[in-house]
Nanobody, 112 residues
Framework: QVRLVESGGGLVQAGESLQITCTASGGNLSKNPTRWFRQPPGKEREFVAAVNWMGTTTTYADSVKGRFSILRDNVANTVYLQMNSLEPEDTAVYFC?????WGQGTQVTVSS
């Protein structure tokens, strides 16, 4: 049974950087694009970024474009989200998704 496990979340100050990871355990990531979503406190879950299987095509929400980068390492079955110039508005639980499979999320908190 494949599971997605997010890690790397934490508390940072505004302007700092953080990298979170999504690793597939018990199997491989599928050939679907892998996506990152986030759910800010009291708000709906929203799309953040996506990367295709080859890692050649990426898509970003307007709110993170130019600050976040999504990358993948298929050998390691891992997808990364590099987050730079973090803002308090980026505070959320971050989830990765591979097809219909979702991880449990990792908390990112950005203090002002």
């Amino acid at each position: 049974q494949v599971r997605l496990v997010e890690s790397g979340g934490g508390l940072v100050q505004a302007g700092e950087s953080l990298q979170i990871t999504c690793t597939a355990s018990g199997g491989n990531l599928s050939k679907n694009p892998t996506r990152w979503f986030r759910q800010p406190p009291g708000k709906e879950r929203e799309f953040v970024a996506a990367v295709n299987w080859m890692g050649t095509t990426t898509t970003y929400a307007d709110s993170v474009k130019g600050r976040f980068s999504i990358l993948r390492d298929n050998v390691a079955n891992t997808v990364y989200l590099q987050m730079n110039s973090l803002e308090p508005e980026d505070t959320a639980v971050y989830f990765c998704a591979d097809g219909d499979l979702w991880g449990q999320g990792t908390q990112v908190t950005v203090s002002s």
